[in-house]
Each structure stands twice: as structure tokens, then as C-alpha cells.
């Protein structure tokens, strides 16, 4: 919408996908859609174009897919709304995620070259980088960590965070590798640290640290916290860690 990019062949039955088609519609109820990122738009406009989507795609698109690749990636329950992914997939997901988005990347940006004119295709890949998630503000998540669970020290170095001290929000596991805010995987850190750290992993005695924090937060009656911790399990960030640092991410500590 935003840019104006053509996702059917002109020679095609249909010049609009489905998908494209229920955009449309719900920008033409409400203009201003077209000019906000998808986090930016309202819970009932969200909920009700992914209703819309979701309906479209178990009818077109989980079965196809499914046969697609002889049922290896993936089995479903339609009336259940599952995926149930094949843990080795998964395992190989994670693993090469860096590659598999690149050459995601690649395969979409050669695909819209086929089908837009050349004027919309400028700088193409930025177009669509920017459709995956962004950082969100992270203030909230800095109030949370200060009076509940860190005693305004930072998480790495131990160092207290007084007014002088600039005090970051940091992704534990880098924002490069799992891109979600999720309060499991924040930490509050020095200007030092943070910089320091930047896109690396902490070492196995951070992990330790920062799992034993997570069994402590989880409890908390905050429904941000409560929300985040939907999608946690106790070995969830030792497996991304593992990963992270499999997909050559190098390892750091604080000394
Ligand atoms: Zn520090």
C-alpha cells in the first residue's frame, strides 16, 4: 500500500490478490491506514483485517503449502487454527534464520521486479525490509525492569544506575537475531555495556543469570509481563542462545 508495489502479473485473472483486495478495502474505510506501519493501526481495524486474512489463507494457502512440500515442514488443524510445525524444521529454521532471510528477501525482491514498473522499484529491498517488525518504544519496559526486578543496577557489569548513568533497554539475545520485544529477553544495562556488547551473545554465565531472573519476573502480576511471558518456556532463550551462536554471532563478557 505504502509504496505502491503490485503483488499480481498483469497477464493474471484477478489485478488484485485477495489479500491486496482486503487491504484495500479496509484502507478505504479509514484513509489514514495507508500512511501507518501495521502496529500503529487500531486493535478492532487489526483484529478484523487479520480475521479477513486468516480466512483467506486457511482456504487458499495452508493446504496448498502443505502439499507443496509432501507435509515435511508442517501438519494443521483448520477448525483448531494450528500449525503444528516439524521440530526439525524448526531446529533448521532457527538455525540458518540469517540465510533464509536473505534469500527470502532475494526471491520477493526478484519477484516484484517481474511484475512492477521500474519507477516503484527504487531501492526495493529498503521498501521491504521495512515490512518486517521495529523496535518499539522501550521505555516502558525500562520502568518495569527499574522498580520490580534489577534494583537499578546494570545486568551485566553490576554497576548502580543512578540519574547520571544513561540507562539502556538492551535485547539480551541481539534485536538482529530475535526480532520481538519481549520483556524476557530486556535487561538493563550501562552505556558501556550496551555499547560494548552491541550485536554479540553473553556469555553461558549471563545465560544462567538471566534465566533465573526470568523465573522471577514470570510470576509478577503485570499483564505486560503476563503477556509477554505467553510465548516463554524455561529452555526457550538457551535454545535461541545456542542458535544465535551457531548463526556465527560471537560470544561476550562483561570483564
Ligand atoms: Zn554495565
Known sequence: ????????????????????????????????????????????????????????CKRYVIGALYDDFDGIIYSFDLKEDKLIINPCI??????????????NYYAWARFMEQINDDNVLIRVIDKLELATPKREDLSIYREILRKEFEENTCFYCGKKLGKSVRVHVDHFIPWSFIKDD??????????????????????????????????????????????????????????????AKISGMKEWSYK
Open 182 to 243: 519481549k520483556i524476557w529477553n530486556f535487561v538493563l544495562s550501562c552505556e558501556r555495556c550496551n555499547e560494548r556488547k552491541n550485536n554479540k551473545v553473553p556469555n553461558s554465565d549471563l545465560l544462567i543469570k538471566i534465566e533465573k531472573r526470568n523465573n522471577i519476573i514470570q510470576v509478577i502480576d503485570n499483564s505486560i509481563v503476563q503477556n509477554d511471558f505467553e510465548v516463554y518456556s524455561p529452555d526457550l532463550l538457551s535454545r535461541m542462545w545456542k542458535y
Open 90 to 103: 524448526y531446529n533448521f529454521m532457527l538455525k540458518y534464520k540469517a540465510e533464509l532471510e536473505k534469500l
Open 1 to 56: 500500500m505504502k509504496y505502491n508495489l503490485k503483488q499480481m502479473r498483469k497477464d493474471g485473472k484477478s489485478e488484485f490478490s485477495r489479500v491486496e483486495r482486503i487491504i484495500k478495502s479496509a484502507v478505504s474505510d479509514n484513509t489514514l491506514l495507508s500512511s501507518l506501519g501495521f502496529e500503529a493501526v487500531g486493535q478492532n481495524e487489526k483484529t478484523s483485517v487479520i480475521k479477513q486474512i486468516t480466512a483467506e
